[in-house]
């Protein structure tokens, strides 16, 4: 139980003050369960807990009721309708059998006029509360968030998972049928096999998409044009598998850049492999290098359709995909990742008559 006069909102009261609030105070007790106030009553009085705890609610979307807060001993509450002389925003139940002290809307504001430090104590109270709600909205923005994108990649991942399964099912029972002949059942396994890689590569896919950069993670110089050769027959096959054929149109230059190869390539074999998926009927993809003071710029052209334009400021964002019949949508915003570790930068275009292009950095070892 707390004294009046130990409400934090009356520190530093003159004596006399603290004796003309006493005398527009008034007390009442309230049953656990009690309402003490529901949403839209006239905003008559603000209160403060002597005893108990005070639970703050609102309706929320489908008129399901939300506990907001919890107050004990020497908080105020109700304060806001006074203040803006409104109608309640929320509803206020006793948690437990509670006492309160109550001052009527007009004489708190008569109070406020005549006293400077209720008021600028009021004030600061008004702007606590006013914070700590923008706080409370930000975390639930943030989870919201958070699990928005966990259900999109959910979706994705199990979406994505579902056709490759099926096909591993259907294949093992047909190598396994009376009469199968033993040419059936090397196609059936070959049919495994590549659903089994694809998996794999979702997975790797996940794995790298999740992965924290290591502060202490190096970059080994290497040399780029090394990097480039051994890479391009690879490359080169990818996109054959699509009718896609990739033509380099200028050398990399002589230099060596800070690289962590393994995953670089991944950046290679995610945009090749998109280019060639955008070209329905086969096409060609240019590879082109640029060399600056202090980084390298490398493109990658195709003579696709281009970017859609309803995708193309979220191109990189996870999750974002057109006109893909699989994959997750997680290929760019990796690739974003990965350039970005290795201190670069990442981009796309389109120009008219041209397909999508997509640029990116990588600076030079020092």
Known sequence: MIALESVNLFRNLAPDELEALRTITQEQSF????????EGDAGDSVYFV?????????????????????????????????????????????????????????????????????????LQEVSRRLREFDQLHLREVVQAERLAILGNFA?????????????????????????????K?????????????????????????????????????????DFISEILPDLQ???????????????PPAVR??????????????????????????GRIFLRFQAGEKEITTEIEDTGPGIAPEIADRLFQPFITHGKLQGAGLGL???????????????????PGRGAIFSFTLPLAE
């Open 237 to 251: 096959a990818e996109a054959e598998t699509m009718s896609a054929q990739i033509e380099l149109q200028n050398e």
């Open 31 to 38: 049953g656990a369960g009690d309402e003490i106030f529901r």
């Open 185 to 225: 059942c090397v196609q059936a396994q070959e049919r495994i096999r590549k659903q089994v890689w694809r998996i794999n590569d979702m997975v790797g896919d996940i794995i790298e998409f999740t992965r924290s950069r290591h502060p202490d993670a190096t970059l080994t110089p290497a040399s780029y044009p």
């Open 257 to 282: 850049l800070p690289l962590d190869s393994r995953r670089l390539r991944r950046v290679f074999f995610n945009l090749v492999h998109n280019a060639a998926a955008a070209m329905l009927n086969g």
């Open 50 to 122: 002597k005893d108990g705890l005070v639970e703050i609610s609102g309706l929320v979307g489908g008129g399901v009721r939300r506990a907001f807060s919890q107050l004990g001993p020497g908080e105020i509450f109700g304060e806001m309708a006074v203040v803006e002389q409104r109608p309640r925003s929320a509803t206020a139940t006793a948690s437990k059998a509670t006492v309160v002290y109550f001052i009527p809307r007009d004489e708190m504001l008569a109070f406020l006029k005549r006293s400077p430090t209720l008021a600028f104590n009021m």
């Open 333 to 351: 915003s990796i690739c974003k990742k990965i350039i970005e570790d290795h201190n670069g930068r990442i981009w796309a275009r389109t120009e």
């Open 155 to 183: 979706r994705s991942i199990i979406h994505d998972l579902k056709t490759p399964l099926t096909i591993i099912g259907l294949s093992a029972e047909a190598a396994c049928l009376p009469g199968t002949t033993p040419e």
